[in-house]
């Protein structure tokens, strides 16, 4: 894959490198917990963890403003936390009780926030893509500058629907941010594997749309990158693709063993590359903080996520009667 493009690791405040500090804590804190749930078997069918690419969707979200949409896959509980949906009721839903953003009957991949304009995670691979060009629609038919962040994954890019909605998205000038989050294996196979494309960004090219790499594992430059995408957006320039190089600690789900690659380069990830890690840097260099006041941080987080998982116990599984309620919008 081509170089990715990192941002400038100066002229950052300290309450900015603060709250991704906290947003991206939150998620993996959340992330561990839930994972731990599923060992408990509070959590049934599947469970896609987070880990590791949490400064994708805080950068992201950091370009983002009021009434503009985002839409993923399943492996989504990042991308909720990120948009300010409640982790109570996040997790309440992960283990199927009334509490949950679906009253429990939907689970990680049929949750949704009208509120936070969360459309959901979505099982079928690539399937959200199209959506996310329909939202942007939408938005572009009512003539507001709303933008719409529809993000799938590398395994995801060789989809059909993927370039049919490319084709759509730039004949009609929608307000689509494309954000492929490129973790490497889709389910466990090696991009390297799957395509000769040298990178997944530029197939947007023959259909006449912009787009770039990205550092996916830097906060900073994901932003950065964001802000740029979402100015063209809103500017009445159509969609735009970021390919966000990022990478994933836990297997493709809670049952995948990750056979497909070595500790060692897992190892290497987390302790050349680290999200958190690097924040965590900057806001120490930078005087913005000591061990003592990161770790109050994390106690915080800790004790947030820890209220989610109880909330989540205590909550009710759904009535019987919940069978028959939001069969129809």
């Known amino acids: ?48 963890l987070y880990i590791g690419q949490e400064a994708v969707v805080v950068g992201i ?18 991308h909720m936390l990120a948009c300010g949906m409640d982790p109570k009721g996040v997790m309440a839903e992960l283990t199927g009780r009334s509490g949950g953003y679906s009253r429990g009957k939907g689970g990680s991949m049929h949750m949704f926030s009208k509120e936070k304009h969360f459309y959901g995670g979505h099982g079928i691979v690539g399937a959200q893509v199209p959506l996310g060009a329909g939202l942007a629609f939408a938005d572009k038919y009512l003539g507001n500058d ?19 909605t490319y084709n759509m998205a730039e004949l009609w000038n929608l307000p689509v941010v494309f954000v492929i989050e490129n973790n490497h294996y889709a389910m466990g196979t090696s991009v390297k594997r799957s395509t000769h494309s040298k990178t997944l960004w530029e197939r947007g090219a023959a259909y006449g749309i912009k787009g770039e790499a990205v550092d996916g ?11 740029k995408a979402v100015a063209a957006c809103r500017a009445g320039q159509g969609p735009y693709i970021l390919e966000m190089m990022t990478y994933r600690y836990r297997g493709h789900s809670m049952s995948d063993p990750a056979k497909y690659r070595t500790r060692e380069e897992v190892e290497k990830i987390k302790s050349e590359k680290d999200a958190i890690e690097h924040v965590r840097d900057l806001l120490l260099q930078g005087g913005h903080a000591n061990d003592d006041d990161l770790k109050a941080i994390d106690k915080d987080i800790k004790a947030i996520v820890n209220d989610a998982a109880e909330f989540a116990k205590d909550s009710p599984e759904p009535d019987l009667a919940e069978l028959w309620t939001d069969i129809y919008a």
């Open 1 to 48: 894959m081509a170089a990715p493009k990192t941002a400038a690791k100066s002229n950052n405040s300290k309450e900015e490198l603060l709250g991704f500090y906290r947003q991206m804590l939150l998620i993996r804190r959340f992330e561990e917990k839930a994972g731990q749930l599923y060992g408990m078997g509070l959590i049934g069918g599947f469970c896609h």
């Open 61 to 78: 979200e950091a370009a983002a403003k009021e009434g503009d949409k985002r839409l993923t896959s399943y492996r989504d509980h990042g």
């Open 217 to 227: 594992m830097d906060v900073l430059a994901v932003k950065a990158a964001a802000e």
């Open 146 to 164: 709303n933008v719409t962040f529809t993000y799938f994954g590398d395994g995801a890019a060789n989809q059909g629907q993927v370039y049919e």
